[in-house]
Every structure is written in C-alpha cells, then in structure tokens.
C-alpha cells in the first residue's frame, strides 16, 4: 500500500493501514509519502506501537525493514509526481479533500479516498477484488474486471471514399516498415 497524506490525516489511521499491508508477506510494501514532517514522526511513533500488539509481528518487521518507507515531500504536487512513478496495487489518498487531487492519479490499482476507506475495507467488502497489478505495473494495467472476462473483436469496414481518404496515409506507413504486399494491398486498389 502507498498511503498519500497531508497534515490532516490521523497517524493512527496512517500507521495501521501500512501495517495491515506488511502483515501479508515479508514482501509486502507500506510506503507513507506525506509533505509534513510531524505527521511522519507521529505515524513512526504510532507504527511502532501498534506493531507489538500484532499476531504477526515478524512478517510485518521484515516487510518494513525490506519495502517500508516514509518518504518526506517538499508538497502535495511532488507527492502526487511520486505516486504515480510508483503505481501502486493499492493507493490511500488520506488528505484534506482526496477528490480534488484525484483526477491527478494517473497510475494505481485501486485508489482508497480518504479517512473510512482503508485499504482493507476494499479487500473485504467495499466492491473491488483483489486481483489488482503489482510491482508498478498499475501503469499500464487495470485490476481484474469484467472486462477481463470479455473477448472483442475489432471491426474494420471502409467505404470507398474512406478508403481514398486514408489511403495515402496507409501507403507511406508501408514504405516506412518496409512491407511492399501491404503497399502493394492498397495500390492495386488505387488502380
């Protein structure tokens, strides 16, 4: 999980949903980014804390100390820059007014908004699966859908007119590639 937030997120909000990630697995991530200082210390207060009452405490030690991280940002927009390199299968937005950056997340699994909406919530009951992309790949890959399920053909159907329309276009990108039976596919058409 990558948890974006400002001044106004609770720490304890913050601290137990990076630990509720690095429980799952010694390679699990739980990466804070947050512009304030105080927060930050605050929520390595709180994560130290909150880590020895869990049953788990060994696997999330060791998925800190390998893939945990608070990352202290000059401002929101340097954060946002970071989130979206990073891609996150999971991505909690806990600021001030989470829908008035979210049109600025291009890259993440599945985006958490605000305070009620741990990352936890959309494992279990809140709509989305599980199955979402991880290690960055939420850059060019959505979480499983029902699209996902889906099988489409694409269908190509030009007029004549359309055809002499882009004809030219189609000629040049074939001289480019190097591809004379697609050139030629459409010359013998232009004829």
């Given at each position: 999980?990558?948890?974006?937030?400002?001044?106004?997120?609770?720490?304890?909000?913050?601290?137990?949903?990076?630990?509720?990630?690095?429980?799952?697995?010694?390679?699990?991530?739980?990466?804070?980014?947050?512009?304030?200082?105080h927060l930050a210390e605050a929520v390595q207060i709180e994560v130290s804390r909150q880590w020895a009452t869990l049953s788990r405490k060994e696997i999330a030690s060791?998925?800190?100390?390998?893939?945990?991280?608070?990352?202290?940002?000059?401002?929101?927009?340097?954060?946002?820059?970071?989130?979206?390199?990073?891609?996150?299968?999971?991505?909690?937005?806990?600021?001030?007014?989470?829908?008035?950056?979210?049109?600025?997340?291009?890259?993440?699994?599945?985006?958490?908004?605000?305070?009620?909406?741990?990352?936890?919530?959309?494992?279990?009951?809140?709509?989305?699966?599980?199955?979402?992309?991880?290690?960055?790949?939420?850059?060019?890959?959505?979480?499983?859908?029902?699209?996902?399920?889906?099988?489409?053909?694409?269908?190509?159907?030009?007029?004549?007119?359309?055809?002499?329309?882009?004809?030219?276009?189609?000629?040049?990108?074939?001289?480019?590639?190097?591809?004379?039976?697609?050139?030629?596919?459409?010359?013998?058409?232009?004829?």
């Amino acid at each position: 999980v990558m948890v974006l937030a400002d001044s106004s997120a609770n720490p304890k909000f913050v601290a137990a949903d990076l630990l509720s990630q690095a429980e799952h697995d010694t390679e699990a991530c739980a990466v804070l980014v947050t512009d304030d200082k105080h927060l930050a210390e605050a929520v390595q207060i709180e994560v130290s804390r909150q880590w020895a009452t869990l049953s788990r405490k060994e696997i999330a030690s060791a998925a800190l100390a390998k893939n945990g991280a608070i990352v202290l940002v000059k401002d929101m927009d340097e954060g946002i820059q970071i989130v979206n390199q990073y891609a996150a299968e999971h991505l909690e937005l806990l600021v001030e007014n989470p829908f008035a950056i979210l049109g600025q997340i291009k890259h993440a699994g599945a985006i958490f908004l605000g305070p009620w909406s741990p990352e936890p919530m959309g494992d279990y009951v809140a709509g989305p699966n599980h199955v979402l992309p991880t290690g960055g790949t939420a850059r060019y890959y959505s979480g499983l859908g029902v699209d996902s399920f889906r099988k489409v053909s694409n269908i190509i159907a030009l007029s004549k007119q359309g055809f002499f329309a882009q004809q030219q276009s189609a000629r040049k990108l074939a001289e480019i590639e190097g591809l004379t039976a697609h050139l030629n596919a459409i010359k013998v058409r232009c004829e």
